[in-house]
T-cell receptor, first 114, second 109 residues
Framework: EAGVAQSPRYKIIEKRQSVAFWCNPI?????LYWYQQILGQGPKLLIQ????????DSQLPKDRFSAERLKGVDSTLKIQPAKLEDSAVYLC????????????FGQGTRLTVV | GQQVMQIPQYQHVQEGEDFTTYCNSSTTLSNIQWYKQRPGGHPVFLIQLVKSGEVKKQKRLTFQFGEAKKNSSLHITATQTTDVGTYFC?????????FGQGTELSVKP
């Protein structure tokens, strides 16, 4: 079974530039999560999708971050414009169902904003 | 908002010693999951606890879910160098999966 695919693995941008991350979840997984993990901290949930609908985006900084999951499969997360404090690893995860199932994580995208 | 607190933040042990990390939620959870993240890696699922007071074991690892479904613990007996990494609890409420800050375990051989 193929895992969660994310790209790119690494990205370095200057502040005020824009960046986009892509995630392809495990086939058949209805729930998709985007987490931000700052070095030394736990993953912080940015947005959670159930198929192509948003379950929760309460911690997504909507003035600069956006995410979509068209057709309920793969997803993109965009930051525009980036700030220095956005430097982190962005993890995508998916699970079969919304409840009572484990989340499978991708390798993550390490973003450095300079 | 919902918070999941985890202590300690760091734990350094000698190989063969035991290790415990504790997780507390401000609200009742539907279930709690535990993940392990190796340095440079991504979180990998270990186990899920659903029932009040549930205890599960995986070899040297023992997981507990509190009676009120607000707290949990992970205990490792006789740590090995392969246990090195950060252990996260993740509480699920209302469908959301919220992670604690993690406990970083280092093991001295």
């Amino acid at each position: 079974e193929a895992g969660v695919a994310q790209s790119p693995r690494y990205k370095i941008i200057e502040k005020r530039q824009s960046v986009a991350f892509w995630c392809n979840p495990i086939s058949g997984h209805a729930t998709l999560y985007w987490y931000q993990q700052i070095l030394g901290q736990g993953p912080k949930l940015l947005i959670q999708f159930q198929n192509n609908g948003v379950v929760d985006d309460s911690q997504l900084p909507k003035d600069r971050f956006s995410a979509e999951r068209l057709k309920g499969v793969d997803s993109t997360l965009k930051i525009q414009p980036a700030k220095l404090e956005d430097s982190a690893v962005y993890l995508c995860a998916s699970s079969l169902l919304e409840r009572n199932t484990e989340a499978f994580f991708g390798q993550g995208t390490r973003l450095t904003v300079v | 908002g919902q918070q999941v607190m985890q202590i300690p933040q760091y734990q350094h042990v000698q190989e063969g010693e035991d290790f415990t990390t504790y997780c507390n939620s401000s609200t009742t959870l539907s279930n709690i999951q535990w993940y392990k993240q190796r340095p440079g890696g991504h979180p990998v699922f270990l186990i899920q606890l659903v029932k009040s007071g549930e205890v599960k074991k995986q070899k040297r690892l023992t997981f507990q879910f509190g009676e009120a479904k607000k707290n949990s613990s992970l205990h490792i007996t006789a740590t090995q160098t392969t246990d090195v990494g950060t252990y996260f609890c993740a509480g699920r409420r209302g469908g959301k999966l919220i992670f604690g800050q993690g406990t970083e375990l280092s093991v001295k051989p």
